[in-house]
Antibody, heavy 119, light 108 residues
Framework: EVQLVESGGGLVQPGGSLRLSCAASGFTFSSYWMHWVRQAPGKGLVWVSRINSDGSSTSYADSVKGRFTISRDNAKNTLYLQMNSLRAEDTAVYYC????????????WGQGTLVTVSS | SYELTQPLSVSVALGQTARITCGGNNIGSKNVHWYQQKPGQAPVLVIYRDSNRPSGIPERFSGSNSGNTATLTISRAQAGDEADYYCQVWDSSTAGVVFGGGTKLTVL
């Protein structure tokens, strides 16, 4: 059974940092692109970042470019999102999602982890 | 950057057909995917590549895409279909993913 389990969310002050993790199981993690998607309270889905299967290629939404870094450890079956210089508008539930090869849609999602940026 | 436009809300009578649109410039040239999200839950893929259903998704869910509009159609709507629905595409110009703003479906 495919499982994606996020962790690392919490309350952080503006300007602070946080690292999210997404533990994957039930599939060959190293064969899939992975993404982070966020959802502010009461708002819609917003794509954040993606990484290819071996970690050699990444892309980011303009709103997080230069502040967030996506990475992965295929030996540990884990996806990461390092978030620096956090702002109030980064407050959201962060989901990791698996990319369907050659389709660029998401067939499995984690349950999400809440990041709250507030003083 | 590429933008997708969805109606904020759509209402449908129980047992009738709901249609949720997703507008974008020449969206017919892109692959469109649709997600259902119920309160407090992660999104679920219901249609991929315009009109394909993942395993486990009822045949009542279908999709089409042409010109500047993609459409998610839900036939014989049930109370359990009440949810937010999002369309999504891959924007090759930015190497990124774009979501529509979401549509809240109400079953009356």
């Amino acid at each position: 059974e495919v499982q994606l389990v996020e962790s690392g969310g919490g309350l952080v002050q503006p300007g602070g940092s946080l690292r999210l993790s997404c533990a994957a199981s039930g599939f060959t993690f190293s064969s899939y692109w992975m993404h982070w998607v966020r959802q502010a309270p009461g708002k819609g889905l917003v794509w954040v970042s993606r990484i290819n299967s071996d970690g050699s290629s990444t892309s980011y939404a303009d709103s997080v470019k230069g502040r967030f870094t996506i990475s992965r450890d295929n030996a540990k079956n884990t996806l990461y999102l390092q978030m620096n210089s956090l702002r109030a508008e980064d407050t959201a539930v962060y989901y990791c999602a698996r990319d369907i090869p050659l389709v660029s849609s998401f067939d499995y999602w984690g349950q999400g982890t809440l990041v709250t940026v507030s003083s | 950057s590429y933008e997708l436009t969805q109606p904020l809300s759509v209402s449908v009578a129980l047992g009738q057909t709901a249609r949720i649109t997703c507008g974008g410039n020449n969206i017919g040239s892109k692959n469109v995917h649709w997600y259902q999200q119920k309160p407090g839950q992660a999104p679920v893929l219901v249609i991929y590549r315009d009109s394909n259903r993942p395993s486990g998704i009822p045949e009542r869910f279908s999709g089409s895409n042409s010109g500047n509009t993609a459409t998610l159609t839900i036939s014989r709507a049930q109370a359990g279909d009440e949810a937010d629905y999002y369309c999504q595409v891959w924007d090759s110009s930015t190497a990124g993913v774009v979501f529509g703003g979401g549509t809240k479906l109400t079953v009356l």
